[in-house]
């Protein structure tokens, strides 16, 4: 298993929704018509990747976390994780026409406010042989769960 390769898709993730957050911010403060024509794609996003990404999180790689002494900011993630799930609830119930500017900003701030807090209080307490060795450990977990 190649460790740093999961390594750089997990951080990569991160990147993706960090520029994804960072577009979106702006396009919410341009009009209501743009901001409407982003709902089914970043409603897609988060259901789709970013829930990948946080299921991975919660399931595999913040058991780990916390087993290094890592509880508190573990528990503010997935608070975090809880919260933009929230909001794509209520983005998705947005009708037809309903001005979504607000709600889509708050999306893209609350994005970047959690990837800037995992990127700052959570990467950088391990080393890179730290988090190879979690990688490792995550994919053994896996593969002692589903033989």
Known sequence: MEYDRMLAELFGEEDRAREMATRLAELAKRSPESAAAEKSSLLAFIRGPMERHFHYEESALFPQLEGRGLGAEVQVAV???DALRGLADKLAGATAGEDVRGLI???ARLM???TNFEGDYI???LTHADWR???KETVEQKQTANP
């Open 79 to 81: 608070k975090q994780h």
């Open 105 to 107: 900003f708050d999306i």
């Open 112 to 114: 970047l406010h959690h």
């Open 123 to 125: 990467y950088p307490e």
């Open 133 to 135: 060795e979690l990688m």
